[in-house]
């Protein structure tokens, strides 16, 4: 077998925020820097990506095959994590050939990368059969490296989280990083809720993927996409420089723009109480800021 790739505990410290609108509502919110721990291979795509290596040594697979749209954080960070722990690696991208900054980089990391029509990318079934026949020693990693091992990788950050927190917020993409964090708020006996900000449109059939959790540990919030993922507004580019203006970090527009704005509007609007405490991952993303 191969000698199992190691993921130590990342750098990814709690930055407390004071802001006025969080002074106000007199709660304590403090950022989860997840976005320092690697600059390519950030935040939730660390955390998920651990497991998913664990996984292709054991199976003594030497590369890497994985699925994602142009402006990826998942494919630029297996790229980097396959480089790192010496697997090669495939990018699959959805729709027409384009170039950007998020797979220039992957490619400087050795990502080879393919681009799919979004039908055949779509039929996820037909395209695993095929791609295992072609490369029948390869590790496939489903879209945002989800799955039981994504997941059980995001768990472990619950227990770097602090005992008094009442709250944790997070962005939703596929969801698998909010799967992960209620499955590590089970695993390590927590009873914080999870709040997660839903950046795509007419997403609400997500609710779906949590029916296993108690509807009480968790809400999803439908009301921050901004007209849809990757959509902005010129409202959500102020939020974000104001807040980059005031405490020195930058959030990108994808996700966590939207996700700390939905949390800005919940909390003037009183949905937590005065003294709660709320911690909110910030995954980067920024990469696709510059694309
Ligand atoms: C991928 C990503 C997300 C979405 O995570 P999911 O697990 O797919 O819901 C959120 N924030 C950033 C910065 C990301 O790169």
Not at 6 to 14: D, G, V
Not at 215 to 231: M, R
Not at 243 to 267: C, N, P, R, W
Request: glycine share 10%.
């Amino acid at each position: 077998m191969r000698k199992l790739p190691e993921f130590p505990p990342p750098h990814a410290p709690l930055e407390a925020i004071d802001l006025p609108w969080t002074r106000s509502a007199r709660v304590q919110l403090y950022l989860k820097r997840e976005d320092l721990s690697h600059p390519f291979i950030a935040g939730n795509k660390w955390r998920k990506l651990k497991y998913h290596l664990h996984s292709a040594a054991e199976l003594n697979c030497d590369s890497i095959i994985t699925f994602g749209g142009a402006y990826s954080n998942h494919l630029l960070a297996t790229a980097a994590a396959g480089a790192k722990h010496g697997f090669k690696t495939l990018g699959m991208v959805r729709g027409e050939v384009v170039e950007n900054q998020v797979l220039r980089f992957a490619k400087l990391f050795g990502m080879q990368l393919r681009f799919l029509s979004r039908e055949l990318y779509r039929d996820k079934e037909a395209l695993y059969h095929s791609l295992q026949k072609e490369f029948p020693d390869a590790y496939l990693i489903p879209e945002g490296g989800s799955g039981p091992e994504g997941e059980r990788g995001v768990a472990e950050l619950v227990q770097e989280l602090p005992m008094e927190v009442n709250h944790v917020i997070c962005s939703v993409g596929t969801g698998s990083t909010m799967r992960g964090l209620l499955k590590g708020r089970e695993d390590f006996q927590r009873n914080f809720s999870v709040q997660g900000i839903v950046v795509l449109k007419g997403a609400e059939e997500m609710q779906s993927q949590f029916t296993e959790f108690s509807s009480e540990s968790y809400s999803l919030h439908h009301e921050f996409h901004f007209g849809g993922y990757a959509k902005t507004t010129p409202e959500l580019w102020e939020f974000i420089g104001s807040f980059a203006a005031s405490t020195g970090i930058l959030l990108d527009q994808v996700y966590e723009g939207k996700m700390l704005f939905g949390l800005k509007s919940m909390v003037e609007a009183g949905r937590f109480e005065a003294g709660e405490t709320i911690v909110a991952l910030h995954n980067g993303g920024l990469v696709g800021m510059l694309s």
